[in-house]
């Protein structure tokens, strides 16, 4: 049997611990799968305050969608990242926090980063599902011709995102620093990814510079960012309600491609010796 085949045999056990990810995160809470809504919304005022009305960050009106709504254009890319973060965070974590499980049992350790990824993206569904609700109030029904493409996106961030998670969750058996500095790179990335401010600051920032090193800029090394490709994507989808650039959905193939498959090939390689590590 192949692993593949493995994984497949696994399908209902892979179905249970999502399940089981998704009712125990908010296990005994009154508001329950509220919280999910609630940590973005409550980043999305604070963001909103800060930088639409301090800083008077000014992104403009969609092109050519029209909506002109900062929380909006905020909500678009403050979802794909917190959801980006979430899974990764999950994903790392997912072999130590079943550590008892896995030392008990034989089972295909890949399901528990994928189920951990899954309920992420399950969390992350319910919340795009809110903010699409929005965009019609704002925008009208223009949204809705983009939405299978809009999936199609979070299908390929999803990928991306248990790709990187399962490395992740390889490197934080052998060493528990991980988690820790892993925590504060996604605080890094926050500020490095347009999440806050629009793409166009940087250009700005980078004309303003000049080449860095031959024809090589601050933006084209900006753009290397993975999640920033992903942000943009949707942005470009949900508030100005047009098809991303054909950069920008090679790169988002490229990275979820490559990313899931040195993801799945590392985890592969080091799975047998994680009950030992434990």
Partial sequence: MTYFQELWSSRELLFN???REITGRYK?????????LLNPLASMLVYTFVFS????????????????AYFIWLLCGLLPYQFFSNAVNSGMGAIWSNSALVKKVYFPRTTLVLSSS?????NWSVEMGILV????????????????????????????????????????????????LIG??????????????????????????????GSVTLFDLYRLNPVERFISAFRTLLYDQRLPELDDTL????????????????????EKKLAELL
Avoid at 138 to 143: D, F, I, K, M, R
Avoid at 190 to 213: D, E, K, Q, R
Avoid at 254 to 264: E, H, K, Q, R, T
């Fill in 17 to 19: 611990l999502t399940k």
């Fill in 28 to 36: 005994r809470t009154v508001l329950g799968q509220l919280w999910s």
């Fill in 53 to 68: 009305i301090i800083f008077r960050n000014d992104p403009g009106p969609g092109d050519p969608s029209g909506i002109d």
């Fill in 118 to 122: 899954a309920a992420s993206g399950f």
């Fill in 133 to 180: 609700i929005a965009l019609l109030i704002v925008g009208g029904p223009g949204v809705l011709v983009f939405l299978p493409v809009v999936l199609l996106f979070m299908a390929l961030m999803l990928i991306f995102a248990t790709g990187l998670g399962l490395m992740l969750a390889v490197v934080n058996v052998y060493f528990q620093d991980t988690q820790h």
């Fill in 184 to 213: 504060i790179a996604l605080r890094l990335l926050m500020y490095l990814s347009p999440v806050v401010y629009p793409l166009t600051l940087v250009m700005n920032a980078s004309n303003g510079i000049g080449p860095l090193f």
């Fill in 251 to 270: 790169f988002c193939l490229g990275y979820a491609a490559v990313f899931i498959v040195l993801g799945l090939w590392i985890f592969r390689k080091n």
